[in-house]
């Protein structure tokens, strides 16, 4: 017999239990056509985790009025000699005012902004206040209105929430949060104007988005793959592929970060150059003196170079070489650039020297050992942070190089990243972190992140599994 009805009462399909959360009240219905005997229903109510009230009843239905403006929760447990045989969450619900129905805080990001609207029916006399928080930082506050949406500018890439306050009579108050959205894309230029660059060395686009920060990207390697290098060893076309150039890393850089962008192409030796070399030719001290005629009559408040692998190379090469760069973000950037194209690209090691020059390929190879070339004019007043891990390819040059920054540049930090990720995959999985890094030399403040962790001043662990 017990087994029976426990069998029926597990069989109670969702349609046969009617409930309403409206208003203030809370109503159920049990509407089974099945007699039940021996069943007893028990009621279940929180209010913001706590329970209030608990209560047995062989009745089907079941009503009961909050008296309080609040998150309520409703568990209904069907019960057959004293055992729970089931139990039912009926939900739960911001309810607690006659006249009052709620459907939730939505935001929304679009256009560069982000909108909020608290879905709330009543006929009370309430008000309103927002905080706006990104990565878990209140960011702006927004007063107590009878306005019940907002539209704030986005600050970039990250995690958005807000918390809401509710305000009616006798100053009684309520306060929840939204759920949390993440905004990967957090800036939308809405007057972008490109011009190309196409000066002596100096080739690539301008994005001018009207903003007071300037970054400059160095591209990083792929724009060429090993048939199209193959093809200009044979065929000595140093120009064949040069529009395969302008085909930028970090594009998407431009919808994320508010600034203006310079995408410069490293088109040289027919293939590559890491911004230093053309066929067997040092090409520093020309592409540095087209790039400061390009930077000294911009009057940019921060310039920022930046780039990962060649293309970190080259941002740390000009960021300690021009002197209207002040900031410097390059990624596992390889120090020993001549040592890397020996290693991974020896089949096309003509391109970049025709003809065997041992001075010049130990000139660039230790360019960054050199403390000759750090002069303070240049990169005194400029911060640099070098990103690398400690299964990168490089790692211990990079470590050398951190070391000499220390007392030749403004402000000199070392992050690693203590995972098992090589040189590819400890730029792409950590596209997040670098926008982060960016937006701490726009905004002039230090990255929060829960995973880095500080040795001393200049160095820092990036904790990953």
Not at 58 to 85: A, D, K, P, Q, W
Not at 143 to 166: C, D, N
Not at 171 to 182: C, G, Q, V
């Amino acid at each position: 017999m017990e087994s029976t009805l426990i069998n029926q009462i597990n069989a109670i399909s969702d349609s046969e239990l009617d409930y309403k959360m409206d208003n203030d009240l809370f109503r159920f219905v049990l509407n089974s056509s099945k007699e039940l005997e021996g069943l007893q229903l028990r009621f279940i109510i929180k209010k913001s985790g706590q329970e209030i009230l608990s209560k047995v009843s062989e009745e089907r239905t079941f009503s009961y009025r909050v008296n309080e403006l609040n998150y309520y929760e409703f568990t209904v447990e069907f019960i057959v000699n004293g055992t729970v045989v089931r139990t039912t969450n009926l939900g739960n619900k911001l309810m607690g005012l006659a006249g009052f129905t709620f459907n939730g805080c939505q935001l929304e990001a679009s256009g560069g902004q982000l909108g909020c609207s608290l879905e709330i029916n009543t006929k009370q006399d309430l008000q309103y206040a927002f905080y706006v928080k990104k990565n878990g930082i209140v960011i702006e506050k927004i007063g107590y209105s009878r306005k019940k949406s907002f539209s704030t500018k986005l600050e970039g890439a990250g995690s958005y929430q807000v918390k809401f306050f509710i305000k009616w009579e006798n100053d009684k108050r309520f306060s929840s949060s939204s759920e949390t959205i993440e905004v990967s894309i957090g800036f939308y230029p809405t007057e972008t104007k490109s011009v190309s660059i196409d000066e002596n060395y100096l080739k690539g686009l301008w994005v001018k988005n009207n903003k007071r920060n300037l970054i400059i990207v160095f591209q990083s390697i792929g724009a060429m793959n090993k048939a199209m290098l193959a093809d200009v060893v044979e065929t000595k076309d140093y120009k064949k592929y040069r529009e395969q150039h302008k085909k930028y890393s970090w594009w998407s850089l431009t919808t994320v970060v508010e600034a203006d962008y310079l995408f410069i192409e490293d088109y040289f030796s027919g293939a590559y150059g890491w911004y230093m070399i053309d066929q067997g030719r040092c090409i520093i001290d020309e592409l540095n003196e087209d790039l400061t005629n390009f930077l000294k009559d911009k009057n940019y408040q921060n310039v920022i170079s930046f780039g990962s692998s060649k293309g970190g190379t080259g941002a740390l090469l000009y960021g300690i070489s021009n002197p209207f760069i002040n900031h410097v973000v390059s990624l596992v950037p390889q120090i020993k650039a001549i040592t890397y194209i020996q290693r991974t690209l020896k089949d096309y090691y003509s391109l970049f020297f025709p003809s065997k020059n041992e001075e010049l390929e130990s000139i660039l190879n230790n360019y960054f050992l050199n403390r000759d070339n750090y002069v303070k004019e240049k990169c005194g007043k400029t911060n640099v942070t070098l990103y690398t891990g400690v299964h990168d390819t490089q790692f211990n040059e990079i470590n050398h190089v951190s070391k000499i920054l220390m007392n030749q540049v403004a402000k000199s930090n070392l992050l690693i990243n203590t995972g098992k990720k090589k040189h590819t995959a400890l730029v792409v999985d950590n596209k997040r972190l670098f926008v982060d890094l960016l937006e701490a030399c726009i905004f002039d403040n230090e990255v929060k992140d829960s995973r880095i962790v500080t040795l001393r001043n200049d160095v820092h662990l990036f904790l990953e599994d």
